[in-house]
């Protein structure tokens, strides 16, 4: 596709970091590209991340210098749409108190067993990811609620509510589980806080595989101390890796996982399909467009 191009494909520093001055694109994870920005010259033109979120590279930097950003979003749906159903089956099976159980070959039933049939689904941010949630929902006869920027209806999603206040406790008292998928932005940080988790079910579950930046730990660990909320399930974490004194590992109310809902044996593949794509943009003197980043609004 590109003869005349040379590329280089490393992952030390010390192959690919002499390169950088030169380089008019970048592909790499989000971390790396924070690390090498300030060893890139004026050729750049074009980063892709081979990540969803970006609210850990410098965005403010990238805009100044007039860089295009482009990630991978959609590459996630399946993986993450798996390890969201395996945990909300898991809490209401209580699976996760039987597989701890097993360690200790103890034989005791836990009592209670609620169905995940019939029940209503409340997604935050009903993008690729959510509404890959919201599909597998409807095999369930699940009611779905959504929740996004827009407001605009969307396949397998039964009632969509536009970001605000008013919208979002809304959501949150009709739903049995609350999935939140939402990039992390000034808008989304702690959206999750005291009074959302007050505002939700004794009876539901709370799952974050999104940015744990948008939830409030403090607010939820107290929510499933004091039984405001029955259980949760979280792969992402204000603080990564998770501090070993935090009370969330000790709850047994509680899955963790350490960020891993996204991997997938198929995730090169899915990010190249992205960046190959655009790409053939570049080379033919177009921007790239897919997946490109608002700068300003962070996603």
């Not at 200790?104 to 609620?114: A, D, I, L, R």
């Not at 996004?148 to 959501?171: C, I, K, Q």
Request: proline share 4%; aromatic share 10%.
């Amino acid at each position: 596709m590109a003869p005349d191009w040379q590329i280089i494909c490393n992952e030390s520093s010390e192959v690919y970091i002499r390169h950088l001055a030169d380089a008019q694109i970048i592909s790499g994870w989000g971390e790396s590209i924070k690390s090498v920005l300030p060893h890139t010259g004026k050729e750049l033109k074009w980063i892709h991340s081979w990540a969803a979120g970006v609210d850990t590279d410098p965005l403010e930097l990238l805009k100044e210098r007039n860089i295009i950003l482009t990630n991978s979003s959609g590459v996630h749906g399946f993986p993450i749409s798996e390890a969201v159903f395996a945990m909300m089956l898991a809490l209401t099976r209580k699976l996760h108190i039987y597989i701890r159980r097993q360690f200790n070959k103890e034989w005791k039933h836990e009592g209670g067993y609620p169905e995940m049939h019939g029940k209503t689904v409340g997604i935050l941010g009903v993008g690729n990811i959510g509404l890959e949630v919201a599909k597998l929902a409807k095999a369930f006869g699940m009611t779905v609620l959504g929740y996004r920027r827009s407001g605009l209806p969307a396949d397998w999603v039964d009632t969509m509510f536009e970001y605000g206040e008013e919208g979002l406790n809304e959501l949150l008292k009709r739903s049995d589980y609350v999935v939140n998928t939402l990039p992390l932005t000034m808008e989304t940080y702690k959206v999750m806080g005291r009074e959302q988790f007050d505002i939700m079910k004794p009876s539901a579950f709370y799952i974050n595989i999104g940015r744990g930046g948008t939830t409030d730990e403090e607010a939820l660990i107290n929510a499933l101390r004091d039984g405001k909320i029955a259980g949760a399930g979280l792969d992402v974490f204000e603080t990564e890796p998770l501090p070993s004194d935090s009370p969330l590992w000790e709850m047994e109310n509680v899955i963790i996982t350490p960020h891993v809902s996204g991997r997938t044996e198929h995730y090169a593949q899915r990010v190249m399909e992205i960046f190959m794509s655009n790409f053939r943009d570049y080379l033919s003197g177009k921007l790239p467009q897919k997946n490109r980043v608002d700068l300003d609004r962070g996603y």
